[in-house]
């Protein structure tokens, strides 16, 4: 049952070879990668007016200069990012340039961060997502941290069938939010022009507002800076687009920008005109597009494509992570298991992982990730720093045509991104803070995994050609709890393999009639074989059988035996049922896997009914 | 590590036989078992006034006659339990009264009523209990989920330690509650006798209050009886009684009775005079306690009084639940492992349980769970309208002396449970209606479960003297994923137990280069031992291992031999570490013990470093 399911949601399996297939075209790869970016127009411009109006209304008309320099960094990081992508053609995540230019400390500060990063861009975009589900139909608003849940789920049943179905099937809701923002921003701009849309700003731009500080302005702007975040997705993903690889990638990122910035500067001024101010209940995209649309069909449109492609963006996520997980893995910083395919080419692991992650976020806050963006940006900005800044050693290094022009182009990609993770932290410490914590934990973590991966294989190594020892022969113990056919075919077993067998039992206070029954029933069904009744006093079995095999074991080194523990357990039919059985066996198991000398056996006894 | 701190917590080990120490005193019997339901005090008012409140404030001096008929009913359920108590002495519990008068069936209903109410218990105190520390200290109130889980540990902590140490720790809340109770009830008569405090109700007993109905009064009357919840608990729990046993048991109980009518009168009576109004920041009780004491250290006594006696009443639960679980398991209704006792003589899997779905029922609602109360009412007088019926049978059936009168008592026990159970049903539907989910459910597991163990049973029972059968030698293979010393320690431990000895390796196709080596690596190591190398285009290992496994245990059974596979696994130095090894050998021996001829066997490899 669990196998057909697991087939009808992942699919068939693929064989390695099958993975050259997998390459994006432009028109895929603008939906696949751009719309953590693009999706970011969604709450970008909220971040702006909420910092703003919590000092007047009259305030958020400082919205647009604010708007006006997030613009301009867009530009310089896009230009940045396009040097990325012709120098690492092989795909330069932050990681991998960060590590090869600056050193392996420095790159796991990045991989780190984007790590956690990619947690935040599915909580967020999924909440932001289910907001936008929520604003348009109001009833469904108790239950969102469900709905976002189940986005997550879907989500990640998608990517562990693999990329390229993903992609195909993740055009459409990117375009469609491209078509509906265009049509929302050219009939709002329209009725403006002929004054059909009343104007409705709550202040004129330039007018003095009491109280309006640069502090405040700067904190407005840096929050506004999260619609920065996605940028790098392209760069990172190179070795995925069709070729000329790094052409295509170069002007998917252009493209993308273009987008991005025509999307954020119209839908920021347009809720200036119209006045929209942020509240809990309802998106400023979904005011907007009300107040443009009206209450009809092309209003639930826009609010159904913002959902989808913030869907699409949490799939971003879904595609980075585990490929960053995997480096990680492969430099032995994370665990193997990140490095593990499934059936259809993904690391399922890292899937797995990033959705429970994500899910366990939205959990905790209850679906109102909003206070996490700044925390998001910041993880974004670092390694952006530590990428950017490692370009211009890359250029120094190389020094290729242009090195100069190009190092200055990624200095200053350094500095807006330094200058933002500055402002980040002096405006907005009460909710980057976590930052501080989980680093200095997971950068310790990468190294003590690191570390251990080192010590063992230098424990394991084989030197020469391996001495074999010949045993004498061995003994072999076998566990009886009750004397039923396991028994039996448990001893027939242990004395294929064993040249000495004992039965052992652990009995015991509880039920003192019932003590030496299983005894009596053992020697009257089995006259030949060896039985020993072990007695406990505190109703605990693995400690006596523990001691018990403790001394046997030590016998038998004498006689130059090895030493088995056969330890029999039920299969019952359906999986459900193991939990009615094997509860004492698996503590057992687990005890004696605690002696070297002791090698344990497991006889499986089928439950055919 | 673990030890040490499991023995800290928990307590050294007890033997079976230190059990019979584990009795009750009266004094003591009265904290540990009636903590339930004089806590129901701190909401039983509020939940009547609540219901009121919703017509009109005028409308809550009905709930003085709603109060009168609880107390009323109240009588009658205490009588209807003295006799359970005295019928039977060994702990007359809803399970096992209706199960031994109405059969199974009706047992099994009582029973799973009860297991889910025991978790509402929990639930409902802890996050009561919560309230009362946030009314008093209102900044605590956004932390009162986290506060409510680390309450629900710490009791179960004290559980997982046995049961008498529990009792002596937690006679101080109950008396204090008892004593502050007191205090307020004298103060606050006082005060109204002299004239000191103002008379200040919302209306006039007896005044017209427009809109007001039957079905209103009905609605607040059966939410009310909330307070009549945990009166049971002490007819449950007559075998833990000092002698005479039976005695003592009924003497406690009507003083519980006693205590609780008079506590839930006066209150309901104060919460009247003082024209308090329910509302979600503070409780009533805490708004009386700060009318009658002032904002004072008295005030502060009570509210630490009342949140501790309901973390007590929780641990009535924690009290029932493992023993009801017992009973279940050892009529084979649910797992066996409800039947296992730790290392203190306590039920730890039935502890934990019951902690694990307290914690889950707060997640869930937030730490709002008065809306559970309801549900908790229904999941009580179900149980009891059961096991007072069934005495009615009872006393039919052994006909002692004042059969009818006792017969006559437990019919109106009866009849009471019922009408109100059929209220809480009418009236209450919208928070009651997973009662008629959750029991189908229930009944359906308890009876698969013992179903299954039925035929397991059956299938395993050994008629006659076994028959022995000699086999000719045995076939080990071992797997190697590389050559290292743990494959040198595997062929020595394969070669004292194996007649044929086969090393097997499964190679990918993602690094041709390396595809060859470990075969090299191998041959050149152990030149005398043979050496498959298996080829997965799938990336997957189970499969084909498990495929070649399937082919070497047929030959072997041709002739007459064993098949053993030997799975090498690492045992690292700290448990963290596992999750960086044995991922590959967890999965193998899963496939493995799929097949019953093959018995799997775990080498397990220690690392020194």
Redesign the interface.
């Known amino acids: 049952m669990w196998r057909y399911l697991k087939r009808l949601l992942i699919g068939k399996?693929?064989?390695?070879?099958d993975e050259g297939g997998q390459q994006l075209t432009k028109f895929k790869a603008l939906a696949l990668l751009s719309s953590d970016a693009l999706s970011s127009v969604a709450y970008g411009t909220e971040q702006i007016t909420a910092v703003l109006v919590v000092l007047s209304a009259a305030a958020t008309w400082y919205a647009l200069p604010a708007a006006g320099i997030v613009l301009i960094l867009l530009f310089a990081i896009t230009m940045s990012y396009r040097q990325i992508i012709h120098a690492y053609p092989s795909g330069g995540g932050a990681y991998v340039v960060a590590t090869k230019n600056w050193g392996t400390g420095t790159g796991l500060v990045a991989g780190g961060s984007l790590l956690v990063d990619y947690m935040l861009t599915v909580a967020v975009s999924v909440t932001s997502g289910t907001e936008a589900i929520t604003s348009a139909v109001p009833f469904l608003r108790e239950y969102s941290v469900a709905i976002s849940i189940v986005i997550v789920l879907f989500i990640m049943t998608l990517n562990l069938r693999g990329m390229r179905e993903s992609a195909s099937f993740l055009t459409v809701p990117v375009y469609l939010f491209i078509v509906m923002l265009v049509m929302m921003i050219s009939w709002g701009l329209f009725n403006i022009a002929t004054g059909r849309v009343q104007y409705n700003a709550a202040a004129p731009v330039g007018s003095f507002v009491p109280g309006m500080s640069l502090l405040l302005f700067l904190k407005a702007f840096s929050a506004g800076s999260s619609s920065l975040t996605g940028v790098e997705a392209i760069s990172n993903a190179v070795p995925n687009f069709k070729k000329p690889k790094r052409k295509n990638a170069a002007n998917t990122l252009a493209l993308m920008a273009v987008l991005l910035g025509l999307f954020f500067a119209s839908v920021t001024f347009l809720s200036y005109y119209l006045g929209v101010m942020p509240n809990n209940d309802e998106t400023v995209l979904s005011q907007i597009g009300m107040a443009v649309f009206g209450h009809g069909i092309l209003y639930y449109l826009l609010q159904l494509a913002t959902a989808m492609i913030l869907a699409v963006a949490a799939n971003t996520g879904f595609s980075a992570f585990p490929i960053l997980a995997y480096n990680l893995a492969k430099d032995k910083f994370m665990?193997?298991?990140f490095m593990?395919?499934g059936?259809r080419l993904a690391y399922s692991n890292g899937i797995i992982s990033l959705a429970v992650g994500a899910i366990v976020l939205i959990s905790i806050f209850?679906g109102q990730t909003s206070r996490l963006i700044p925390l998001y940006a910041v993880g974004v900005f670092v390694p952006f720093t530590l990428s950017q800044s490692g370009m211009i050693i890359h250029w120094f290094r190389t020094r290729d045509r242009n090195w100069i022009l190009n190092s200055l182009v990624n200095l200053l990609g350094t500095v807006i991104s330094f200058l933002l993770v500055v402002f980040l932290f002096l405006l907005h410490f009460d909710t980057v803070w976590p930052y501080l914590l989980i680093m200095p934990v997971l950068l310790y973590a990468f190294y003590k995994?690191h570390e251990?991966?080192g010590?063992?294989a230098a424990?394991?190594?084989?030197s020469e050609?391996?001495?074999?020892?010949?045993?004498a022969?061995?003994t072999v113990i076998v566990l009886v709890s009750?004397?039923?056919?396991?028994?039996?075919g448990a001893?027939?077993?242990a004395?294929?393999?064993?040249d000495y067998v004992i039965a052992m039992h652990v009995s015991?206070?509880?039920n003192p009639k019932k003590e030496h029954e299983t005894a009596k029933?053992f020697k009257?069904?089995?006259?030949?074989v060896r039985f020993v009744d072990l007695h406990s006093?505190?109703?605990?079995v693995p400690a006596p059988v523990l001691r018990f095999c403790d001394v046997m074991a030590k016998n038998s080194a004498q006689k130059n035996?090895?030493t088995?523990v056969?330890v029999p357990?039920?299969?019952?039919r359906k999986p459900w049922?193991n939990?009615?059985?094997n509860?004492t066996s698996l503590r057992l198991?687990a005890a004696l896997?605690?002696?070297?000398n002791i090698?344990?056996?497991?006889?499986?006894?089928?439950?055919?009914?």
């Open positions: 399996p693929l064989k390695t070879t665990p193997h298991m593990d395919r059936d209850h995994i251990h991966y010590i063992v424990q394991l190594r084989l050609e391996a001495e074999l020892h010949d045993y022969g061995s009750s004397v039923t056919h396991v028994t039996t001893i027939n077993y004395r294929s393999i064993g015991f206070d509880e029933e009257e069904s089995f006259p030949d006093s505190y109703r605990s035996f090895t088995t056969l357990q039920f299969v019952p049922q939990i009615l059985h509860q198991r896997n605690s002696r070297e090698i344990v056996a497991t006889y499986s006894y089928h439950l055919k009914k």
